[in-house]
């Protein structure tokens, strides 16, 4: 039998740190369940070897909206992909200005890879909505239903108002120490419902300025959560894992922590 996961980590670039491997062997000894999101689907094959044995760490099949203008061909590697797994992500939207110009394209790729999830169903999606999350919401509900694809909003970075909204839709959100340090963000985290929240690190693009974000760091949003929400650690922590497993049990996952 194996042990309870300790911790959560709905969203790690485990591909982008410095020692994959040795990344996933920490998870595995400290308990981290890890969804490892990928950017390109041409990653899959190496993060799926990378992780087939894991029993933390899972990898997930993604086309970053931020790549979405150079790699849209890979849309049509995505759509054979995702047969094999019920884990998507990092897709999405960005409505930066750096990014306004593949605009069109992202689009299309987010919009084909929602329907193929949609058609295939059980699949849950950690979704990137910087300056976009009202059409992410759109695309959201116009090609999905909360029954056949359970979006995971990452590092939301929008208004209380949107936030509500989404959690209405159906939206879980994954919270990272960022978040939870600056005042929109710990604004959003107070004001989503307990049962969709859950943890995540974005590593390695959460860096302090004096270390490297890890998986393990969410050990520690844990507190910080509790705190921002007025509930004592055990409670929160409780909560997560009950939102963890209703989470992975609508991807098949069944019990896989006990
Ligand atoms: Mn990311």
Same mark, same amino acid.
């Given at each position: 039998m194996s042990a309870p996961a300790?911790?959560? +980590?709905?969203?790690?670039?485990i591909d982008l740190l410095p020692d994959p491997v040795a990344t996933i062997a920490a998870c595995e000894r400290d308990r981290i369940f890890t969804? @490892?999101?990928?950017?390109?689907?041409?990653a899959w094959a190496q993060n799926r070897r990378w992780t087939a +044995?894991?029993?933390?760490v899972h990898a997930a099949l993604g086309l970053h909206p931020e790549l979405a203008g150079e790699r849209h061909t890979e849309i049509e590697l995505l759509e054979q992909l995702v047969?094999?797994?019920a884990l998507i992500g990092e897709i999405g939207l960005d409505g930066s200005p750096q990014h306004r110009n593949s605009w069109q394209v992202q689009r299309e790729v987010f919009i084909r890879t929602l329907s193929a999830a949609q058609r295939l169903g059980g699949r849950v999606a950690s979704i990137h909505s910087r300056r976009a999350a009202p059409e992410v919401l759109d695309c959201l509900a116009e090609h999905t239903t909360p029954q056949r694809v359970l979006p995971i909003l990452h590092w939301f970075s929008d208004t209380v108002t949107l936030a509500r909204q989404a959690a209405a839709q159906g939206c879980y959100f994954s919270i990272n120490q960022r978040m939870l340090g600056s005042r929109s963000g710990a604004a959003v985290v107070r004001a989503v419902? @307990? +049962?969709?929240i859950l943890t995540e690190t974005d590593a390695p693009f959460t860096d302090g300025a004096d270390r490297e974000s890890e998986p393990q760091e969410v050990v520690t949003t844990v507190k910080q959560l509790a705190e921002a929400r007025g509930v004592p650690a055990d409670e929160m922590t409780a909560i997560l894992a009950g939102n963890a497993e209703r989470v992975l049990a609508f991807a098949g996952f069944t019990s896989i922590f006990r």
């Open positions: 300790r911790g959560f +980590d709905f969203h790690c670039h969804l @490892a999101v990928t950017t390109t689907p041409k +044995d894991s029993r933390y047969t094999e797994t419902p @307990a +049962d969709r």
